[in-house]
């Protein structure tokens, strides 16, 4: 069936660097996603990574894939207070988006 | 500005009161689609449209309806809301052809007694 994981939170320290995990059960998707969900406000494409692509680099945003294992991670290089929201991955098989639960992140000086 | 715009941002309605929420975009996409968010359940697809007159359920269907009858729109119709359909609810619409370039509304918060 079509699941896609993350932890609920992540905390870590201004400046240091944030990784986000996401596990996903479809093979089948072309692009996998990264969305930044901030405080009161929408849904905004961060990156995504095409599926025969092990690694995207985004200034500090690095996308890691390993499909063998179903594998999607986001890290964050010297993260900001800006960078405090919430964290969604999600497949695409077909026409739709499967979104994870999502994973807040908090950024404490 | 391309952007997809929902009205009204924040509703309160009471159970059986028919509402609808409106969803537009300026990009003449071609899809476009219903979420639902929901804590600790992430967003779950209620319909989606491939084009103008084609709309399909998504994973949550029951209790909306859905039309599209002009491309840009793509409103959403709860005929008789329920408490259980207390959520934020988001539109979005990409190209057909442009699978990773999917632009999300600012969300719409309802809360039904």
């Known amino acids: 069936g079509e699941d896609v994981e993350q932890s609920l939170f992540l905390s870590v320290r201004e400046g240091d660097s944030s990784v986000i995990n996401c596990t996903y059960t479809?093979?089948?998707?072309?692009?996998l996603y990264w969305y930044k969900q901030e405080p009161g406000a929408g849904l905004q494409l961060l990156t995504y990574?095409?599926?025969?692509?092990d690694m995207k680099q985004d200034q500090r945003l690095t996308v890691l894939l390993n499909k063998k294992d179903k594998h999607l991670s986001l890290r964050i290089a010297d993260t900001q207070t800006g960078d405090s929201a919430i964290y969604f991955c999600a497949e695409s098989p077909g026409d739709k988006l499967i979104f994870g639960t999502g994973t807040r992140l908090q950024v404490f000086p | 500005e391309a952007q997809v715009t929902q009205n009204p941002r924040y509703l309160i309605t009471v159970t059986g009161k028919k509402l609808t929420v409106t969803c537009s975009q300026n990009m003449n996409h071609e899809y476009m689609s219903w979420y639902r968010q929901d804590p600790g359940l992430g967003l779950r697809q209620i319909y989606y449209?491939?084009?103008?007159?084609?709309?399909d359920k998504g994973d949550v269907p029951e209790g909306y309806k859905v039309s599209r009858k002009e491309k840009r729109n793509f409103p959403l119709i709860l005929e008789s809301p329920s408490p259980n359909q207390t959520s934020l609810y988001f539109c979005?619409?990409?190209?057909?052809?442009?699978?990773?370039?999917?632009?999300f509304g600012p969300g719409t918060r309802l809360l039904v007694l």
């Open positions: 979005a619409s990409r190209p057909a052809d442009r699978e990773e370039t999917q632009y």
């Open positions: 479809d093979s089948s998707s072309t692009y």
């Open positions: 449209s491939m084009n103008v007159e084609v709309t």
């Open positions: 990574i095409f599926s025969n692509m």
